[in-house]
């Protein structure tokens, strides 16, 4: 299975807002709201920052924010801060027989 | 509190097999589905499969059909991936992962494990 599309890399300045797009299919982002997004910085584990498309887990700031439109979906970080600047994985399901597929991964850089 | 503890990392030989066991403490194994995620280096996420630990049923990524296997042992609360003939662009951090509720949610991760297949 092909993996979502995003960015390979984003940067903002500290106070500003990004966003990350995804952009998938018809037969994954359009199709189910399941889609999550990982922050991972530099040797670490990666860390679940919003699932099924807009939830936040407890403890992730909300700074951080998640949307669809379509087949693209979207993670939008407010307010950016240094430490924000890592990794950023989009991950969708894709239905019982593909099941799981990941995103490319975004490089934010916070100037 | 939730932990998913792997094993160490490992270095193989092309051709041979590796087994990365992880073991889940502070909730019940059954109740949630192990996911495996593998990272080369510098590389992105790549989606391996899942094991439900309940009933052991599989769904493997089709890359990896017919050259994962996801097994678990339910008395000490341990999923395994065994990944065979491999190969140097095996090489890559592995982790496990639990998914909770719909879709790819996994809230806690293993500390990863590093296997090395040397070129």
């Known amino acids: 299975q092909s993996a979502l599309t995003q960015p390979a890399s984003v940067s903002g300045s500290p106070g500003q807002s990004i966003t990350i797009s995804c952009s998938g299919t018809s037969s994954d982002v359009a199709n189910y709201n399941l889609v999550s997004w990982y922050q991972q910085h530099p040797g670490k584990v990666p860390k679940l920052m919003i699932y099924?498309?807009?939830k936040r887990p407890s403890g992730v700031s909300n700074r951080f924010s998640g949307s669809k439109s379509g087949n693209t979906a979207s993670l939008t970080i407010s307010g950016l801060q240094a430490e924000d600047e890592a990794d950023y994985y989009c991950?969708?399901?894709?239905?019982?027989?593909?099941?799981?597929?990941f995103g490319g991964g975004t490089k934010l850089t916070v100037l | 509190q939730v932990q998913l503890v792997q094993s160490g990392a490992e270095v193989k030989e092309p051709g041979a097999s590796v087994k990365v066991s992880c073991k889940v403490l502070?909730?019940?194994?059954?109740?949630?589905?192990v996911h495996w995620v593998r990272q080369a280096p510098g590389q992105g996420l790549e989606w391996m499969g899942w094991?439900?630990?309940?009933?052991?049923?599989?769904n493997y990524a089709q890359k990896f059909q017919g050259w994962v296997t996801m097994t678990r042992d339910t008395s000490i609360s341990t999923a395994y991936m065994e990944l065979s003939r491999l190969r140097s662009d095996d090489t890559a951090v592995y982790y496990c992962?639990?998914?909770?509720?719909?879709?790819?949610?996994?809230?806690?991760w293993g500390q990863g494990t590093l296997v090395t297949v040397p070129s």
């Open positions: 094991m439900n630990p309940n009933s052991g049923g599989t």
């Open positions: 502070g909730y019940t194994f059954t109740g949630y589905y």
């Open positions: 992962a639990r998914q909770d509720g719909s879709g790819p949610s996994f809230d806690y």
């Open positions: 099924e498309g807009s």
């Open positions: 991950c969708s399901y894709a239905g019982s027989s593909t099941s799981v597929v």
